[in-house]
């Protein structure tokens, strides 16, 4: 199931999936996507980590920005960047309609 932003921006399951949508003349996905113990994790189509929706177990939804180090381990955010909030569209939702669509977004994985 493919996962969408606020801005439109569509990620796809797996790296396969990404690439299949290349092809595809409905559109090309943004990057994919893993669950992950906290949230979901969203690469860029090159495979770098972009940003994260944390869902963790005390009920917090928010997203973050997050980049891999030089030593390949994924560090992540207290926010998003100024850049990422205009990109994914969060910037333009308040803080309640925000929880709300990373809640829906991972109930849809559930």
């Not at 860029?44 to 973050?64: D, I, Q, T």
């Amino acid at each position: 199931m493919n996962l969408k932003t606020p801005s439109g921006l569509s990620f796809a399951p797996s790296v396969k999936a990404m690439v299949s949508s290349l092809f595809n003349p409905c559109g090309t996905e943004s990057g994919f996507y893993r669950v992950k113990a906290g949230g979901i994790l969203f690469f860029r189509g090159n495979g770098e980590p972009w940003f994260f929706y944390v869902a963790n177990r005390h009920g917090e939804f928010f997203p973050v920005s997050c980049a891999k180090q030089s030593d390949g381990r994924t560090v992540y955010f207290h926010a998003l960047s100024s850049n990422d909030d205009e990109l994914t569209g969060f910037g333009s939702m308040g803080m309640n309609a925000t929880e709300d669509f990373i809640k829906e977004q991972v109930a849809k994985l559930r």
